[in-house]
């Protein structure tokens, strides 16, 4: 069970190039998300997603784009890295939407390590 | 702003001591977890309170809920190196639709 799986782990980029994080899950969740982890912020939520097709934007949305063709499926791209992405990216699921309230936990990959020069 | 912060941001203890990690959040919640993160590694889930429960059990884990004063604490008894660690609370925001929000943790250092 490979649970949440993420691609590449580590990134260096150049500022104005474009990239896809992938995110992979072989749970058939529903829900998933993005976050990055920056020293002292926690983790901000990007996009999230609540099914195939479904997608939605978090605390931090801008330059970057999401995508659900598939449930198991959701690539982050950055349009045009800047400086200000370098960050750790992590990817989440789960069995339950947000809001129904019966409670669940996160599955989160092993993070993509992005420095943008 | 962040839904949850958690307080101390750094915690340094003896092994087989207790350590206890805070939470204090902003809004009303339906429910708050606690997650650990051992360093390069991802978040891994420890544990789910909901709002109408004061307190849970999972092992050497202990967690309060206090709605009145929306705070949750984590005890950690009898801690070991293992135990070394960044938590992090995270509790559901009616923002982005209802989302965990994450706040930014606390480090536990287990001395051995």
């Known amino acids: 069970n490979a649970g949440v799986t993420q691609t590449p782990k580590f990134q260096v980029l150049k500022t104005g190039q474009s990239m896809t994080l992938q995110c992979a899950q072989d749970m058939n969740h529903e829900y998933m998300s993005w976050y990055r982890q920056d020293p002292g912020m926690g983790l901000r939520l990007i996009h999230y997603?609540?099914?195939?097709?479904?997608?939605d934007q978090g605390e931090v949305p801008n330059g970057y784009n999401v995508s659900r063709s598939t449930t198991e499926d959701f690539p982050l791209r950055l349009l045009s890295a800047a400086p200000s992405q370098t960050s750790v990216y992590f990817c989440a699921s789960s069995s339950l939407v947000p809001g129904q309230g019966r409670g669940y936990g996160y599955t989160f990959g092993s993070g993509t390590r992005l420095t943008v020069v | 702003s962040q839904q949850g912060e958690e307080d101390p941001q750094a915690l340094s203890i003896q092994e087989g001591e207790n350590a206890t990690m805070n939470c204090s959040y902003k809004t009303s919640i339906n429910n708050l977890q606690w997650y650990r993160q051992n360093s390069g590694r991802g978040l891994v889930h420890l544990i789910l309170i909901r709002s109408n429960e004061r307190e849970k059990h999972s092992g050497r884990l202990r967690v309060t809920l206090d709605t009145s004063k929306k705070s949750s604490s984590l005890l950690i008894t009898a801690s070991r190196a293992a135990d070394t660690a960044s938590y992090f609370c995270?509790?559901?925001?009616?923002?982005?639709?209802?989302?965990?929000?994450f706040g930014p943790g606390t480090r536990l250092s287990v001395l051995p």
């Open positions: 995270a509790t559901d925001a009616k923002n982005y639709g209802q989302n965990f929000v």
């Open positions: 997603s609540v099914g195939a097709g479904i997608t």
